[in-house]
């Protein structure tokens, strides 16, 4: 298949790369021609525009676009862009962690259009491309069915997808996701700081890797952890702010909607919050493990004393 990649982040630029190098046609667009340029070189075979209109003008018909970017005005101002260009039967992808009920204003939207939208929860972080990319598709399932191979490409060799229903179940579930995510990473940095507090004076690296082997907690966050430790062993340097971009919070509101009480998932998150300001959060461990999680899953930043 050939496919637009409009945005070229950590994760719309390794999605370009995984589909290119599976053998589908990729044509590629960013605000900034540096990050186009880099792609380019990492494989020649992608097609490099300067405009949306010269993205859909490549594409064959349908045309098939695959929005990588932040959730929110920088989303909609890239669609406003391409629904000039678009016509009947084209399709529009949003893999960004974009707030379900826009995903469920646009999938309307573009209904009326004729234009199949679909709503796709990316995971997996920036080992996805290697491991393959967790996907939670929702809204046209006329759209699901036609993009199955680029699915196909995407999650392999061990990732995985499903379609969830209209509008944006997909990204519901992704919300979802994302805010157990939160919970299971506070988890981790709190046991972490009662063994680095501990008397016994653990090797906090060899813990981790025999929690990598079968134990209960093993798994993607039990390596992430081994995998921060390796290269920080006391994680020193590294000031405990923690970011949060929006799907816990949104997870809490519905939660609270449908009257389920989200304790774990709600704490984690005003912990999050209070470690913007509150010095004894920063420099505590569990602040620092989940910060240093975040970067080994995410290549999300980290700040540093």
Known sequence: MKIGVLGLGKMGSRIALKLADGGHGVVAWNRTQEAAKALKLENPKIEISNSINEVIQNLPEPSILWLM?????????????????LKKGDIVIDGGNAYFKDTEKRYQNFKEKGIEYLGIGVSGGILAPKNGFPLMAGGSKKAYENIKPLLETLSKPNGGYDYFGEGGAGHFVKMVHNGIEYGIMQSFGEGFEVLEKSSYKFDLLKVARLWQKGTIISGFLADRASDALSENPDLSGILGVIDESGEARWTVEEAKKEGVRVEIIERSLEYRRRSKTDTKIQNSFTAKMVAALRNAFGGHSVKKK
Do not use: N
């Open 69 to 85: 970017l932040p959730a929110g005005d920088a989303t909609q101002s890239v669609l406003d862009e391409a629904s000039k260009y």
